[in-house]
């Protein structure tokens, strides 16, 4: 410099910095240097300007390290092993000695090394946080924060849903401003190394998965992580990792097996078209829909299952069809079509749907389009359908099978429908076809119809009473012995969900503890508790699935108005059982048979005269038009079907299906999407 002097060097007479190249001697000795620092700083003050020094900013003094040798890496390790804690400290070290992988050469990946080295030497996780490359050399600089900084943690950003919102645990942080800080390049193993950490608080506990237990869970994909979760609990019987993090190693892992694109249906059309060609390992068969499953209200993706069909579409004689809500992220409803094989129910088809407000009919195109392509494609010949109170389902099944064909709808649905709808007090029965009643059975009187039907003159009091209690049961007794009022039944043991009605003293007990144990999966009529709310007592509107089509009729402005007391409702739904159930094929307690159109005729009697009798105008003119019309009629009574009797009464078939998906394949997913669905 301008001394032109020649100085030993040494930290004394030379000032040193670690930059963009390296270790690098200042060209400018230590006496000349304080020299013009000072006459700088003098210059700023008389300014009234505070002058910064900014070389801080991307180089460190290493006047120290001048004349010294790099440390190897593994004796820095073991300084910092022994120093009891680090608040400021410097290191110049050499990288050649670290043992590295192959994929591990990177600069990027030896900072990393060296980040976890420091961790497990002395307690603080450092998180990668930037790194900065000079423009003039190949060296570049890594900075790595400390995990538990409280100047660096993320603010929670939360959901505008307050519903959604959630409070998380989160971990204790320190104001200690702690950043390690490391300058290296490819081109040179002595690498610098700065520890900034103002304060000693509490070490960091690891959650991550340890690498052995990242083998395990790879090398025993198969087994469900409820079973890798209790393996693992013996060989860590106190983990810091949670289970959460297992999952999802294994879930990842899963992934190769059914991800083939990142979008869900694209990816499933896919896995669809690998199992479609011969030889695959899975056998599916592409079911063609309208439009090719995609238009404006649907996304749709359907197959079949020809190892199924090829064995028993021939021998199949009732099928039963049903849907299930949440079984994808995305929210596909899921259908499928069952058969039945002994009494079980085998999988013969499955139909996802996604809708984006629909077109009327178009829902039902898509499931004429799967019943389509099972009956005819592979001859089925069908003598039974059932299905649930869902119109498309119904309109699907009809349009698509022979006339001849038993539509039956699902017992518990009905029960369950006409159980709730009963209890609903306020909402008016839809439009009542007194003429077309009166048509079929002349003993109909025609002015007995709803209130709402009724001319203001005829609505007096005199013609709206109606019985508020139940009416008694007149019991016969001769000699201290009760009378029968008809043959004794034969005993017969009849299992109502676990309840054996013959075993018991008073079946009818059972049968009423059967009715109140019917459920509902209607969310907005579960109680507080998650529990199902529908007994017989009041409820102040029905649920969609309770309604038929022309039902969604207004609320009545008639003060007092009650749909049907409760006093009635069990006595109701008893009396619809017994009509539900009864068949040609089924003779009465006396030995009897009677003719389908002669249990439909008593079956009407008997219902009209139990309303009449009561002045339930209201109820009567809801069960015509819902169950006891023509039109209705031959899609729930059994007796509609003379010639035989169908093994399955109800679609429990088909939910016990859907119940062991969600519950047993399903529950070990988080979110599953359609193509992992269509995978399991």
């Not at 237990?213 to 079973?227: C, F, H, M, P």
């Not at 007995?448 to 007149?474: C, G, K, W, Y």
């Not at 079946?507 to 529908?534: C, K, P, R």
């Not at 017989?536 to 089509?549: G, I, M, T, V």
Request: aromatic content about 12%; hydrophobic content about 35%; some cysteine.
């Amino acid at each position: 410099g301008k001394c032109a002097r020649e100085l030993e060097i040494t930290p004394e007479n030379w000032q040193a910095i670690f930059g963009a190249n390296g270790l690098e001697i200042l060209k400018t000795c230590r006496t000349c240097l304080e020299k013009k620092q000072k006459q700088k700083a003098n210059a700023a003050a008389a300014a009234g300007n505070e002058r910064k020094n900014e070389r801080a900013d991307n180089s460190v003094n290493a006047s120290a390290f001048i004349g010294q040798p790099a440390v190897p890496a593994e004796d820095f390790f073991v300084a910092l092993r022994n120093a009891e804690d680090v608040h400021n400290l410097t290191a110049y070290i050499d990288v050649s000695g670290l043992a590295l992988e192959e994929d591990e050469e990177s600069p990027k990946e030896i900072a990393n090394i060296i980040a976890e080295r420091v961790y497990e030497c002395l307690g603080y996780r450092f998180h990668f946080h930037t790194k900065r490359a000079f423009g003039s050399s190949d060296m570049t600089r890594y900075e790595y924060n400390c995990a538990q900084s409280s100047s660096q943690q993320r603010k929670s950003i939360k959901v505008e849903d307050v519903s959604k919102q959630r409070d998380k645990g989160k971990m204790t942080v320190y104001p200690c401003d702690g950043w390690l800080t490391i300058w290296g390049s490819a081109d040179t193993s002595e690498w610098f190394v700065r520890i900034r950490h103002n304060d000693c608080h509490q070490k960091y506990v690891s959650v991550e998965v340890p690498p052995d237990v990242k083998a395990y869970i790879l090398e025993n994909v198969d087994l469900r992580t409820s079973q890798l979760w209790k393996q693992i609990l013996v060989k860590h019987p106190k983990p810091t990792f949670t289970r959460k993090s297992v999952y999802n190693i294994w879930a990842k892992a899963q992934q190769d097996r059914w991800k083939r694109h990142e979008d869900e249906l694209k990816s499933a059309r896919i896995l669809l078209e690998e199992f479609s060609k011969q030889g695959s390992k899975y056998e599916v068969e592409p079911i063609p829909l309208p439009d090719g499953g995609k238009s404006a209200g649907f996304q749709a993706f359907a197959f079949a299952i020809p190892t199924f069909l090829r064995k028993w579409a021939g021998k199949i004689r009732e099928i039963g069809l049903d849907s299930t809500f949440n079984t994808t992220k995305a929210g596909y409803e899921c259908f499928v079509i069952l058969g039945e094989v002994f009494g079980s129910g085998v999988p013969l088809g499955f139909l996802f749907l996604k809708s984006h407000n629909p077109d009327p009919g178009e829902k039902e195109n898509y499931l004429r389009s799967m019943a389509r392509h099972l009956v005819r494609t592979w001859g089925m010949e069908v003598m039974q359908c059932l299905s649930d109170k869902d119109i498309s389902e119904i309109n699907a099944l009809l349009a698509e099978l022979p006339d001849d064909v038993k539509y039956q709808l699902c017992f518990w649905h009905a029960i369950r429908a006409v159980k709730g709808r009963l209890a609903v007090v306020g909402r008016q029965p839809a439009y009542y076809n007194a003429d077309e009643a009166f048509s079929e059975y002349d003993w109909i009187d025609r002015d007995f119809v709803p209130i709402n039907q009724m001319t203001p003159t005829e609505r007096e009091s005199a013609n709206l009473e109606v019985a508020q209690d139940a009416l008694p049961t007149i019991r016969v007794v001769f000699n201290n012995q009760p009378v029968p009022s008809a043959p004794a039944r034969p005993r017969i043991v009849i299992n109502l969900n676990g309840h054996n009605v013959g075993n018991n003293t008073d079946s009818q007990a059972a049968l009423e503890e059967f009715v109140d144990s019917l459920n509902d999966d209607d969310e907005e009529y579960l109680d507080d508790a998650g529990a199902e709310d529908l007994d017989l007592s009041d409820r102040p509107d029905a649920a969609p699935s309770w309604l038929e089509p022309g039902d969604k009729t207004t609320f009545a402005v008639v003060a007092g108005y009650i749909f049907c007391p409760s006093p009635h409702r069990r006595q109701l739904l008893r009396l619809f059982i017994r009509h539900f159930c009864e068949h040609p094929l089924l003779p009465d307690r006396r030995g009897t048979s009677r003719t389908a159109k002669q249990i439909r005729d008593d079956a009407v009697r008997d219902m009209y005269l139990f309303c009449f009798q009561r002045g339930l105008r209201e109820v009567w003119g809801y069960m015509w038009s819902a169950w006891y019309c023509p039109a209705k009629w031959k899609l729930w009574a059994r007796s509609t079907s003379e010639d035989f009797i169908g093994r399955w009464r109800t679609t429990m078939t088909v939910e016990n299906f859907w119940r062991n998906l969600k519950h047993r394949t399903l529950h070990e997913f988080v979110h599953p999407r359609l193509d992992q669905v269509f995978y399991l």
